[in-house]
């Protein structure tokens, strides 16, 4: 996968097409990321006491990775990610700045 935890990314479909966040968690078997506040679901939650109310939270959900778009660290450009292998270490390098990312 290209993207990785801690990433900056550009939603590119979906109904958050636009917005930007941070990778919270990648998932590369799935080929799936969850965006911080991007995908948000609402979900029920019980009262857990009596007395107590029912709320409704909204959580994020995992999005295809195929969505999102590198938002480069170095330059700031919604780039494209490349490679360099450099004594046997693979390098991710921004496309635009030619920076390792
Ligand atoms: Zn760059």
Do not use: W
């Amino acid at each position: 996968m290209k993207v990785k935890k801690g990433d900056s990314v550009l939603i590119i479909a979906g109904k958050d097409k636009g917005r930007t966040g941070k990778i919270t968690k990648a998932l590369p078997k799935d080929f799936k990321v969850l965006v911080e506040g991007i995908n948000l679901r609402k979900k029920h939650v019980r009262p857990k006491k009596e007395g107590e109310k029912g709320q409704v939270v909204d959580i994020p959900s995992v999005m295809d990775a195929s969505n999102v778009k590198l938002i480069c660290p170095k330059c700031g450009k919604v780039t494209r990610v490349g490679y360099k292998i450099d004594k046997d270490i693979k390098n991710r390098v921004c496309k635009s700045c030619k920076q390792v990312i």
